[in-house]
């Protein structure tokens, strides 16, 4: 049975599965809830994902949520498939604690600010709602912070969890993409953090990327 | 070289990894960095925590940041000593993506709304400062609108990855630990969320965790 990818297309979640899929080229269907009748929030949806959140995957009946842990199964499963995205040896504690270091720095130094950003800049104004320009400040503020962190965790290494590319740098997409769509040059500004700058050009020209950043294709059939 | 673990005794995230090295009995030194001096922020500190944030380890030269990556970390290379906290097969794909899955709903859905009140009521308060009802409130309203989530999935299986311990359940006890202290009943209200109280109170009630909850040991 092909796998099948429950999300809105224009989730962020979503959109980081599918770059997985695409990278890896796995087959997939997408299935979107009904958005209109707040599916994800029915009692049905919340047997699958008991947060009432996107996306989650049905493999042939194993349900998995959280894009991040769906991101490293599909990585995991297909690694002999499209591209290389976890460490050579899988069995190597450091090269794989590098991994957990990466994941983990993104959903605590990252993406809370960036989120925090969206819902302010690029949600609200959707629904006719005003920003909060101190919440903007406070998420500005601390996200500056942390670039330079991971400007200089870069510095060290050519990608974010060592020297070689690994599904951790594509969780970065979907956020990394707003926070430049929204005109901030943290990942752009090439004097400021050439090394931020140097990674963010490579992984976001990525075909793969640009097939899925702004919507999740219907499917991916090899 | 024994493991040196970079910390304020008292630092949350830095709790939630001795807590693991406690539960497995992994020696280790504590090195406190100088609060008064904000040695965390220092250039020295920056070369192995770029974040200028505790804690970090220092294995015998691996250096290595991110609190629950140093927990998976510890939790694999010792997965023989001490409590077993990882699934019992770990080339099984499903469970491993099982984990990887409680991992990240510590993460997205736990910790913003604990750490938001937190940082609100406990850390400014400890440097002088008041908390900020708007933030408060919000971070009350993100966190009571995750625990039916939690309820239900505490109602499937016996802990956050399954049925059997990991280490995935202690993520959860510096902030649940934090907010008991000042008074919300999340994790406690057996009445209304009984799979939660269940789970938290087995969980919080381990003799690893009695051992580093005021103040990391000097030393194991």
Known sequence: MVLKLHTMPWSAGGRRVALLLHEKKVPYELVEPDWAAQEHKSEQWKEKQPFGQVPYIDDDGFILFESRAIARYIAAKYASSGTALLPDDTSDLQAMALIDQGISAELSNFEPYVAGLVVEKLIKPLRGAEPDQAAVAKHEATLTEKMDGFELMLSKRKYMAGDSLTFVDLIFCPYGNALTKMGYDHLTNESKHPNLARWWKEISTRETWLAVKDTVPKSFLV | MVLKLYTSAIATCGQRVAVI??????????????????????ESWLKNHPFGQMPFIDDDGFVLFESRAIIRYIATKYASSGTPLLPGDTSDLKAMAILDQAISIETSNFDPHAGGIMKEKTFKKWAGQEADPIFVAKSEEGMVGKLDGFEKLLAKQKYMAGDSLTFVDFHYLPYGTGLEKLGYDYLTNESKYPNIARWWKEVSSRESWSAVKNSIPPSL
């Open chain 2, 21 to 42: 090295l406690h539960e497995k009995q992994i020696p280790y030194e504590l090195i406190e960095p100088n609060w008064v001096n904000k040695e965390h922020k220092s």
